[in-house]
């Protein structure tokens, strides 16, 4: 049993071994490198993409309303009773009142029909609530149960959201993250098997240092051991390059983006991995790399022998 | 030390390559196994050192009847034994130094006994001062005494050589035979395979003769 010190030696050792053999060939090292960097940066791409999306959707509260319509006869200040009572509700937000004058006047200003409504001795409009769901039940569920508590209220004509739409993007957003799951099951077995491939390249142009190795008394794990290493090298440098592609790609977008969110009257922002995600990447990548060179390692190095 | 018993050998291939060996080598003997190329002797080192195990028989080294001895064992049953080869089997893109601190290395000796038992070894055979050298900047000669050196450095009770003279003309042969004679003297078990009669004849130690995978005498 060998002393802790030697143990952490033996391993820092196989680690130094492994990181020189990578620098020693720099360019066959970064193209796989750049390989596993791309079947990580893939499934990471659609992970933000539905992590933005849903913190973009998170804002449902600014666009999902519930139109609460009134009934034509209510007077003003039962608007403003109503009103007051649904503030009181627990799925409620935000309230705002839109009386019939203040209605009729919008309509007149973005209608363009400020003529014909002359014509009209009566406003037509009843008052509206414009009601926003709390942060919390902006899902579809949680907006139908408002809208049929509203629809209860005798004051209450009609209630109206677009449930399509929140429904639609829910499920839109449900088969991205289901599709975040395949694609990132996938690219991992294709990073072990790059990350196995290479290893085997390696034992077998170590043959010799290997058959030697063995007669001498090493064991299979002390062989195995810089192949580990190598691997986990391979896992780690692609999972950093995928996230220095991934903050490149990110401030690419970045302008374009704006736009596009500034056309729709948005102040949205992609954001990247936070830190905890990048950690999680890093470790991920390392972890596929470890067991691809255990796969890889396991397999060959036990069908070599020494001679003699 | 080393018991043979009644020890069958057939390869894959249908060889008999050993019929019915039975040795018995002691601590500390100096022994040469003899016979022409294929009689049987590298069968014998084979199973010796575990890269082979008999079809019939039983064979037990140092104590350890080698058919009981699981996979895992093998590489601390190697540890006590010093093997050295005809064509050195070095490494080639690694100095000297390196070559020889293997067999410790593998073993999880401490680095600064490493460097010390590593020293030690070179001067044993005379190699003292080489240790950054390549593999490749030595003569034949000086190969096969790191050959010997990776070999004795993990103080092995047990030497086991396959033809170590075969590539070295007679005087660098005669000095390799006297470093195994001086590591005999210290109590290390020697199984020397060659063919090279006058030798064994030289040093005047038992010889066992293979033929046709049988010991005749």
């Known amino acids: ?13 196989a680690l130094l071994s492994a990181l020189g053999r990578l620098l020693r060939a720099p360019l066959g090292t970064l193209l796989t490198v750049l390989v596993i960097a791309i079947a990580l940066i893939l499934p990471t791409g659609l992970w933000v993409i539905v992590a933005n999306a849903r913190a973009a959707t998170n804002d449902l509260t600014e666009v ?102 929140a429904r639609r993007l829910e499920a839109i957003l449900n088969l991205l993250q289901q599709l975040f799951f395949a694609v990132a099951a996938l690219l991992a077995l ?12 390696e034992i077998m142009a170590r043959r010799t240092e290997i058959e030697v190795t063995k007669l001498v008394g090493g064991s299979n794990a002390f062989v195995r051991r810089p192949f580990l290493y190598l691997g986990l090298l391979y896992g780690l440098m692609g999972s950093l390059l995928a996230l220095a592609l ?63 | ?92 893109d690694r100095p000297v130094y390196d070559n020889i601190a293997l067999s410790l290395i593998v073993a ?29 900047e030595l003569s034949i000669g000086e190969q096969q005494r790191v050959g010997i050196a990776r070999a004795v450095v993990g103080k092995p009770s047990l030497l086991v050589a396959d033809e170590p003279t075969g590539n070295l003309d007679h005087a660098l042969a005669q000095d390799v035979m006297r470093l195994f004679k001086r590591f005999q003297d210290v109590g290390v078990a020697v199984v020397i395979a060659s063919h090279d009669e006058s030798l064994i004849e030289e040093f005047a130690q038992r010889a066992i003769h293979i033929e046709t995978g049988a010991v005749v005498a």
């Open chain 1, 1 to 13: 049993m060998s002393s802790p010190i030697t143990w952490l030696a033996r391993h820092l050792q």
């Open chain 1, 64 to 165: 999902v309303t519930l139109t609460v319509f009134l009934n034509s006869d209510e007077s003003l200040q039962s608007a403003k009773n109503l009103e007051l009572k649904a503030r009181t509700l627990e799925k409620v937000g935000k309230v705002n009142l839109i009386s019939a004058d203040e209605g009729l006047k919008e309509f007149r200003e973005y209608s363009g029909l400020g003529t014909v409504l002359d014509i009209m001795k009566e406003n037509p409009l009843p008052h509206v609530l414009v009601i926003q769901p709390n942060a919390q039940n902006t899902d579809h569920s949680s907006l139908e149960l408002l809208r049929v508590a509203l629809t209860a209220w005798p004051e209450v004509d009609t209630v109206q959201f677009d449930s399509q739409w």
């Open chain 1, 190 to 201: 294709g990073v072990l098997a790059i990350i196995g491939n290479t290893v085997r390249l």
């Open chain 1, 246 to 308: 991934g903050a490149v790609i990110l401030v690419a977008l970045e302008a374009p983006i704006g736009e596009l969110g500034a056309l729709y009257g948005s102040t949205f922002r992609l954001s990247g991995l936070n830190p905890e995600e990048a950690l999680r990447l890093v470790l991920i990548g390392g972890g596929l790399g470890i067991l691809g060179a255990w796969v890889g390692a396991a397999r060959h190095l036990a069908k070599i022998e020494p001679r003699q």
């Open chain 2, 1 to 92: 030390m080393i018991i043979f018993d009644r020890v069958f050998k057939r390869y894959p291939n249908g060889c008999d390559a050993l019929r019915d060996v039975s040795l018995h080598i002691k601590p500390g003997e100096m022994v040469f196994l003899t016979g022409r190329s294929g009689a049987g002797k590298s069968s014998i080192l084979k199973l010796i050192t575990l890269l082979e195990r008999p079809t019939r028989g039983s064979v037990v080294v140092n104590g350890q009847n080698t058919a009981s001895l699981s996979a895992r064992a093998i590489p601390s049953f190697r540890r006590n034994l010093g093997v050295v080869f005809q064509d050195h089997q070095l490494l080639m």
């Open chain 2, 108 to 136: 999880d000796v401490p680095y600064r006994e490493i460097d010390r038992r590593v020293r030690a070894a070179l001067d044993q055979v005379g190699l003292l001062g080489r240790e950054r050298v390549l593999p490749s």
